[in-house]
């Protein structure tokens, strides 16, 4: 089964220039849940929903690129069948 990219999640957070401890407390997850979708961690990626990357992506989105903002718009697209 095809995951979302925990690497995507991750440049988005490095390039809007949150750390894991302060992206996690804004979204409301832990910061060992971050790190898990992060690093791919399979069993926590298979789980992953919409409104995670949602709230990931609301809090990222006006302080990254405009051509990462088209790239993960085109995942989310691809992932979620949207």
Known sequence: MAHFSGIAL?????EAGFTQKLLASKIGISRETVVAIENEHPKTLNSLNLE?????????RTLVSEASQISFKLQVIKYFHL
């Open 10 to 14: 991750k440049d988005l957070r490095k």
């Open 52 to 60: 995670v990357v949602n709230a990931w992506w609301k809090n990222c």
